[in-house]
Every structure is written in structure tokens, then in C-alpha cells.
């Protein structure tokens, strides 16, 4: 994507009947890096996350703990899921509610459209319904109960037995979309990523299509249908909306078409309702389709995929307290390929915090400005003639800070990361062979010394700005210690595309003492 452009990314809307955890986290800071990059690239971004406060199973979660609806989520969204975006250090320009009035007129305004234009019909249903994913599940979503489920119909994901529900419904005439979703699979291949994700959702559609149930009338936690107001909208019509409504539609025109289309970023069960149900709707609409729709996997905890209900739910805090909230983005945006699932362990995080954080990135940073400091008085030195292996660390540079752009723009922030990591090694060995305090000792290498050191503060520099977008804490206290606020700028403003740029930093700042940027942990 070219500098500049409109670049929106939203998380998944998150069902706050319960307390966040690690894999709320994992999807937020994934398109924080994103918006992050994209942001410092100088593109129009824009990051949106937000909270789907309806539905039956909300409206139980608040009687069980002896509050109405609304009181239930209020308490939730501001003692958990807002103080999430502080912990992780998390920069959202939006965060949208469901049962803010922007949101619940302009959904009523997408609905009214739809059902004006011929593609919502009232009709009977009947079928098995999990309340926890508020879902109709089709067969090969439902198998046998087991220990106290047995002889019960439960739900593939849950392990919850499912109701059969009968109402009288209105109902979205999804099967008329087949073929254009087919088409679009096709004609846009990465609409949906990764490559299994669409081929799992393309099969899905070839099977055939029902028309969706979109309303609800035993229950009345929900937004109010238009033109029947014995009916609620069917709580995953209100939630996919809030993508467009949060930037406009139905009520600011130019800001939405500044916007819009999106890039949405889900967890892999969720898929379906994204690349199926809400590029349908909003062709039903005559919208334009999102950008893309990109699936990643799963957080496994002792081979489980993370629930709370499965008692394998990790606060982010519990992380983010011991290693800090750098450390949690960096370990969950490298340890795991993005798009696959991925197993978490304290024993992995604790490895890799110590040896990538502390002992790799935080190491150079440390040992690089405690030496132009003992060296050149804190001053900056002038580089000299360039060697063959001084040349060989600006191409290396050079080279990841291309590669992880073209990785970010895939969505793979882990190979972004992997592709800045070898900056990291090659500055590690660099120093290792040239030894900057044995040049120190000998007047006639002063010039070799000053080049060695400003070749690996320059490296330094293309480190804080091609991290920050990763782990925004820790470089920007780098920044501040390479004497770069003044000279520079602040960090974010830093355009982190020409970050492979070679002789940014002056000759002649003065450099700050850089306290650990990954203090030792206890273990």
C-alpha cells in the first residue's frame, strides 16, 4: 500500500460477558502492530475495536450476577476491556460499544436499506442454537454429549448442550449471494488469508447457502427491528455493523467514504460470520465489500484452545506485570506464525524474554550507548572510511527494513519481526569482531573506534523505529537515549518504510545512559 492511502483495520468485536484474556489480548496488539506501521508509514489509519454488548447470552450473564443488561456491561467494558487497551499499550484511535446510540441508529438505518431493497422476508425457523457462540449450528458443528451431555446434542466448540429453538424470524436472503461470494473468492484471492482460511471458506459456500436468520422475538436485549418492534436484530447482524457504523454510515457520509472498506482482522471460528454473512450483507446493501478478511489461529493452553469456561483463560495482566507489556507483543507477534495456531507456555516466555529481549535486543542497546559514553564523553562519533563489513550491516538493514514491510503488508507480523531480528544478530556479531574496547586502547584506531560505534548506534536507531510499532515502550526509551528527540523528532513521527536509510543520526548528539530496557525476572 502506497504512503498515504486510507489504511482501516479493525479487531473482532469482543462479547464481554466474561473478563479478557490472553487471546483478546493476542488479536489487539496484532492489529495494533498493524495500525502502528501502517500509521508511522504515513498512510490515513485508522484502528477500531470495540465491545457486542446484546444478545441472550449477555442477558443471562447479567441476571446471574443480579444486574440488568445494561449495568452488567457498563461494569465489564470499564473495569476490564477498556483498562486491556492500557495494559498492552494498545493505541486505537476508536472503540465502539454496541449499545451506543451512533451505533443502534445507523444499524436500524442498514437493516431499514436492506429490507427496502427486497432481501429480508419474514418466515418460521426452527433449529439447534448455542447460546454461548449465539448461533444456529449446522450438523457438522453439533456432536454428541459425553460424562453429564450424554444422550444430548452439544456444540462442537463449547461442549454445551444446545436448545432447539421455533420462532417466527425475519429472515436475510443469503443463498442469493452464492455465486457473487464465489466470485469474489476468486476474482480477490487474498480476501480472505491465510490460503487455508479461504479455501475452508470457499468450500464452505459451495455446499449451499440457507437465507439467515436475522431477527429474534424472545428476548428483547437487543436493538429494535425498524418496522416490527416485537423484534430484536439478531445479535451477530448488530455486531458485524459496527465496523460501518463506527466511521459513519447512515449519518457522516464523507468520513465513511474516507474509511471504508476495512481490513478485518478475526480469530479462525468467527471466520464464516466475516467472509460469508457481512461482505453478503453489504453487497445486499450496495456497499463495497471489505479489503480483506484475515483468520488467525488459535492460543492453546496445555493443548486446549484459551476459555474461560475451560478454566484456561490467562489475564494479560498476569504477563504484563512480571515482563512488562513490550515483552507480551513481542513474545505472542513472533512466537506464533499469524494465521496457525499456536501453544503458549511461561516456561517458552520466560526463554525467549531472556534471551531475545534481555540478552540479544536489550544487551546492544545497553552495552552500544555505555560505550560511546565511556569512549566519546556521550558524544556521538563521526564514522570514517566504511569497511566491507561496516558496508555488510547497512545492507543488512536496508534489507530488513524492506522485507518486513512486504511481510506487514501479508499480515505476517511475525516474519516482519523475524526479518528485524537479524539487524539484531548481525549488530551482536558486528561488535563481538571488532571489539570496540580493545580500538580503544590504541590512539591510531580512534577513527576505526568512532566508526564502529556510530555504525552500531545507526543500527540502533533503525531498530527503535522499525519496533516501535511492536514494542512502542522499549523504543522509545532507546530513542530518547540515542539523543534522537531533538534531533529527530519524536519516535512515532518517524516514517518507519525509510527506516533502512543509511547516516540518520548526527555526528555530534549527545547520547543519554539507557537504563535496562528488560530488566532481569525473577524466575
Avoid at 555505555?370 to 538493514?397: C, H
Avoid at 544478530?425 to 576505526?448: C, F, G, H, V
Avoid at 543500527?459 to 522499549?474: E, K, Q, W
Wanted: overall charge negative; some cysteine; aromatic content about 12%.
Amino acid at each position: 500500500m502506497t504512503s498515504g492511502s486510507s489504511f482501516y483495520i479493525t479487531t473482532p468485536i469482543y462479547y464481554p460477558s466474561d473478563v479478557p484474556h490472553i487471546g483478546h489480548g493476542y488479536t489487539t496488539v496484532a492489529v495494533d502492530t498493524l495500525a502502528r506501521w501502517h500509521r508511522q508509514a504515513g498512510d490515513d489509519t485508522w484502528m477500531l475495536t470495540g465491545t457486542d454488548e446484546h444478545g441472550q447470552k449477555m442477558m443471562r450473564a447479567a441476571s446471574a450476577n443480579g444486574a440488568t443488561p445494561q449495568e452488567w456491561v457498563d461494569r465489564l467494558v470499564t473495569q476490564e476491556w477498556f483498562p486491556l487497551l492500557k495494559t498492552l499499550d494498545v493505541a486505537n484511535d476508536d472503540f465502539i460499544r454496541t449499545t451506543q446510540p451512533r451505533h443502534e441508529e445507523r444499524v436500524k438505518a442498514f437493516v431499514q436499506a436492506i429490507y427496502d431493497r427486497g432481501y429480508i422476508y419474514a418466515g418460521e425457523f426452527e433449529a439447534l442454537y448455542c447460546v454461548g457462540c449465539e448461533e444456529f449450528k449446522t450438523e457438522s458443528e453439533i456432536v454428541d454429549g459425553s460424562g453429564p451431555f450424554e444422550g444430548l446434542k452439544v456444540c462442537a466448540i463449547h461442549s454445551k448442550p444446545l436448545e432447539l429453538l421455533q420462532e417466527k424470524n425475519y429472515f436475510f436472503k443469503l443463498s442469493e449471494f452464492q455465486d457473487k461470494l464465489l466470485e469474489l473468492y476468486s476474482s480477490v484471492p487474498d480476501f480472505i488469508r491465510p490460503e487455508s482460511a479461504r479455501n475452508e471458506v470457499a468450500s464452505f459456500v459451495k455446499q449451499g447457502l440457507k437465507d439467515l436468520s436475522i431477527s429474534r422475538s424472545t428476548f428483547d436485549w437487543g436493538i429494535q427491528v425498524p418496522w416490527d418492534e416485537s423484534h430484536v436484530i439478531y445479535v451477530w447482524v448488530d455486531a458485524l455493523l459496527n465496523y460501518a457504523t463506527a466511521v459513519g454510515y447512515g449519518a457522516e457520509p464523507e468520513e465513511f467514504a474516507r474509511r471504508w472498506p476495512a481490513y478485518h482482522v478475526v480469530g479462525k471460528d468467527i471466520l464464516r460470520f466475516h467472509a460469508v454473512i457481512w461482505p453478503a450483507m453489504l453487497m445486499a446493501a450496495g456497499l463495497e465489500v471489505p479489503r480483506g478478511v484475515f483468520a488467525h489461529g488459535w492460543l492453546l493452553v496445555g493443548g486446549e484452545k484459551m476459555s474461560k469456561s475451560k478454566l484456561t483463560g490467562i489475564a494479560p495482566s498476569e504477563i504484563t506485570d512480571v515482563f512488562g507489556s513490550d515483552a507480551y507483543r513481542f513474545y505472542f507477534l513472533s512466537a506464533i506464525a499469524f494465521g496457525q495456531d499456536g501453544s503458549f507456555s511461561w516456561e517458552d516466555l520466560s526463554a525467549r524474554y531472556q534471551a531475545e529481549l534481555a540478552n540479544g535486543f536489550g544487551n546492544l542497546a545497553s552495552r552500544t550507548i555505555a560505550m560511546i559514553e565511556r569512549y566519546f564523553d556521550g558524544v556521538l562519533p563521526e564514522a570514517a572510511e566504511y569497511t566491507e563489513g561496516d558496508l555488510g550491516i547497512q545492507k543488512t538493514v536496508s534489507d530488513a527494513a524492506t522485507a518486513a514491510d512486504a511481510a506487514i503488508d501479508r499480515f505476517r507480523i511475525d516474519e516482519a519481526i523475524s526479518s528485524i531480528w537479524t539487524i539484531v544478530d548481525a549488530l551482536n556479531l558486528y561488535i563481538t569482531e571488532n571489539e570496540p574496547w580493545a580500538l580503544s586502547k590504541d590512539d591510531a584506531q580512534r577513527d576505526r573506534l568512532g566508526t564502529v560505534l556510530y555504525t552500531a548506534a545507526e543500527g540502533l536507531r533503525a531498530l527503535a523505529v522499525l519496533l516501535s510499532p511492536v514494542m512502542p515502550v522499549a523504543t522509545a526509551k532507546l530513542w530518547t537515549a540515542l539523543g534522537a528527540d531533538s534531533s529527530l523528532g519524536a519516535l512515532q513521527n518517524q516514517p518507519v518504510r525509510e527506516a533502512g536509510s543509511w547516516g540518520i543520526l548526527q555526528p555530534g548528539t549527545r547520547v543519554t545512559s539507557l537504563v535496562p530496557l528488560f530488566p532481569r525476572v525473577e524466575q
